[in-house]
């Protein structure tokens, strides 16, 4: 993974572009869940799930079609593919 230069910081977090064996060239943002947990109240979100990518990739594959699923791809998973997913969150939030 190559991280290439800085964004600077908007209200979104520390905007950063990365490439990773010239399959991805995206930009992202890195933003504190705190931050981003009260920007979510001010839109009126309220959370329903906040959980580790990693983790949450762990309990879909318990799910034997998930699983199946994943594994008809061919898809291996290394541990720097799990290290890498450690560092995102899956958050499920809902309007009322």
């Excluded at 060239?25 to 009260?38: C, N, S, V």
């Excluded at 318990?62 to 560092?87: C, I, N, Y």
Aim: aromatic share 14%; with cysteine.
């Amino acid at each position: 993974m190559q991280l290439l230069l800085p964004w600077p910081e908007s209200e979104f977090g520390c905007g950063v572009r990365y490439s990773l064996k010239g399959r991805l060239d995206d930009p992202e943002f890195l933003i504190g869940g705190d931050r981003f947990h009260a920007m979510m109240r001010e839109k009126g979100l309220i959370q329903n799930r906040w959980i580790n990518m990693a983790e949450f990739l762990a309990e879909e594959l318990q799910k034997p079609r998930a699983f199946q699923e994943w594994h008809s791809f061919g898809t291996t998973v290394k541990q720097f593919d799990w290290d890498v997913a450690s560092l995102y969150v899956c958050g499920v939030f809902r309007k009322e």
